[in-house]
């Protein structure tokens, strides 16, 4: 079994909000990579939208960053996890999807010099979605937590790949199509076998089908992801992993999902049928009572216009 450092990160915010903010675990991947590992609890003012989890890749150059958190107080949250690995900056940032923790906190790390990449459909999906992704976090944390959030959007765009070499390291972000958010990117690092996923991968706890445009879609891309045959996965939500356990807690809920509410759709069943199949087998997951029959529903309404 993969056995890996866990550092409990308490970081208390030092930049005007009093609450204490949420645990990030620091879990070391391999040599100089790491997760940084947030809670599965909704968005709130202590967690700043860091209930995700993002990557931090230590070179000579300085320091590669996989997602910078979900406000300007969750990205300085980051920042402070990595202070504990690293004295070194964060030089590059990577916006590995649409979901305000992947790109939000873009501002803090360009205001300290970082180079931000991200997929240009991610970048879409931001400026689309931006008015509602500031109403949700306003209801669910409140201004204070918000404090020193703005739009910031990637430096340098690509549409389906981008290669790039860093502190000793090559980079392939591979843009395959939707899964998650329409502009879900996952990075390969073929030197040691990782895998930074995003959110085309949760672990530990279930998935939210509701942003996704096409969840056949998100399937397919999970498979391309696969293919690699990473060694360790990190994921965008849950502990690192590997294939076995992100196709078990996230490919196989998909396809389960996406069966049972077919064999409805094709009998003319109505929505309600959907939302009340038998979720049980997946029950294990983290949120499965707050999310669930959401999903359901959202798959419902995905298919019947397929």
């Excluded at 208390?12 to 991947?29: P, R």
């Excluded at 980051?78 to 690995?85: F, N, V």
């Excluded at 998100?218 to 293919?227: C, K, L, R």
Aim: proline content about 3%; hydrophobic content about 45%; charged content about 20%.
């Amino acid at each position: 079994m993969l056995k890996f450092r866990a550092l409990l990160v308490l970081v208390f915010c030092a930049v005007g909000v009093s609450a204490q903010a949420a645990d990030l675990k620091v879990q070391q991947v391999t040599d100089g990579i790491y997760a940084l590992v947030g809670p599965h609890e909704q968005r709130n003012a202590t967690n700043f939208a860091n209930n995700a989890t993002f990557g931090v890749v230590v070179t000579d150059e300085g320091v590669l960053l996989v997602d910078p958190g979900g406000s300007y107080l969750g990205a300085a949250q980051i920042d402070a996890a990595i202070k504990t690995i690293t004295d070194k900056p964060v030089k590059i940032v990577i916006n590995s999807g649409g979901q305000d923790h992947r790109w939000l906190g873009n501002g803090y790390f360009k205001a300290k010099g970082a180079h931000i990449i991200a997929s240009a459909d991610a970048v879409k999906d931001h400026k689309a979605r931006l008015n509602d992704y500031f109403f949700m976090l306003t209801n669910l944390m409140g201004k204070e937590a918000l404090k020193g959030t703005d739009a910031v959007y990637a430096d340098e765009t690509f549409d389906k790949e981008l290669d790039l070499n860093f502190g000793g390291h090559r980079f392939e972000i591979r843009h395959v199509g939707s899964a998650h958010t329409l502009g879900d990117s996952f990075i390969w690092m073929p030197d040691t076998g990782v895998m930074f996923t995003g959110d085309i991968v949760y672990v530990e706890r279930m998935l939210g089908t509701g942003p996704a445009g096409n969840t056949a879609n998100w399937i397919d891309v999970f498979e391309t992801m696969a293919d690699y045959n990473p060694k360790f996965i990190v994921p965008g939500h849950g502990p690192v992993t590997d294939v076995r356990r992100a196709t078990l807690e996230t490919y196989d809920y998909l396809v389960y999902l996406r069966t049972m509410i077919g064999r409805i759709i094709e009998n003319g069943g109505p929505i309600a049928e959907a939302v009340a199949i038998d979720q049980s087998p997946f029950k294990h997951l983290e949120v499965f009572d707050e999310i669930s029959k959401r999903n359901a529903q959202a798959v419902f309404m995905q298919m019947e216009f397929e």
